[in-house]
T-cell receptor
Framework: NAGVTQTPKFQVLKTGQSMTLQCAQD?????MYWYRQDPGMGLRLIYY???????DKGEVPNGYNVSRLNKREFSLRLESAAPSQTSVYFC???????????FGPGTRLTVL | SQQGEEDPQALSIQEGENATMNCSYK?????LQWYRQNSGRGLVHLIL?????REKHSGRLRVTLDTSKKSSSLLITASRAADTASYFC????????????FGKGTLLTVNP
């Protein structure tokens, strides 16, 4: 099993450009999450999807949209990137049986 | 707002010594989890302790939970250079929409 995969690994955008970060998991988990990690800030929840067909805002949703395409895939879209969105983005899925989250390797995004 | 806060922010020890990290949280929890993050990588789940547990062991890891003080500690015994990483606590406040709130992390450096 690949676990949680994310693409791309790195991305540089100019202010105002748009892009979609892709995430997929092969563990048949219902819940999926998007976090951002900034220096000294820990991880902050952007959006989550408790199950296929549902999405909800987390702590820092402004400037982002998400799509739960199917049970496996959960994408994060930046419609008009801003320098404040420079960060490392992590996707995660939750194992209902153990109550733990499995993380992808992250996407390092720089917005100039 | 951050639910968990780790202390210290950074810790440097010699190989073979024990490392203790502390976490405080603000509201009542369903469980508290600890994760490790190696530089440039995603987070990896280490151990989960439920609100009705006081202590839990997993290999060289020992976690305690004091719900009256809203605090937890992670002890790594007989540390190794490979334990060098950032360690995060994450609080699960329960509810139907399962979410974790992460602290800012403790950077542990184990010197050979």
């Amino acid at each position: 099993n690949a676990g949680v995969t994310q693409t791309p690994k790195f991305q540089v955008l100019k202010t105002g450009q748009s892009m979609t970060l892709q995430c997929a998991q092969d563990m048949n988990h219902n819940s999926m999450y998007w976090y951002r990690q900034d220096p000294g800030m820990g991880l902050r929840l952007i959006y989550y999807s408790a199950s296929e067909g549902t999405t909800d805002k987390g702590e820092v949703p402004n400037g982002y949209n998400v799509s739960r395409l199917n049970k496996r895939e959960f994408s994060l879209r930046l419609e008009s990137a801003a320098p404040s969105q420079t960060s490392v983005y992590f996707c995660a899925s939750r194992d209902l049986n153990t109550d733990t989250q499995y993380f992808g390797p992250g996407t390092r995004l720089t917005v100039l | 707002s951050q639910q968990g806060e780790e202390d210290p922010q950074a810790l440097s020890i010699q190989e073979g010594e024990n490392a203790t990290m502390n976490c405080s949280y603000k509201t009542s929890i369903n469980n508290l989890q600890w994760y490790r993050q190696n530089s440039g990588r995603g987070l990896v789940h280490l151990i989960l302790i439920r609100s009705n547990e006081r202590e839990k062991h997993s290999g060289r890891l020992r976690v305690t939970l004091d719900t009256s003080k809203k605090s937890s500690s992670l002890l790594i015994t007989a540390s190794r250079a490979a334990d060098t990483a950032s360690y995060f606590c994450a609080a699960n406040s329960g509810g139907s929409n399962y979410k974790l709130t992460f602290g800012k992390g403790t950077l542990l450096t184990v010197n050979p």
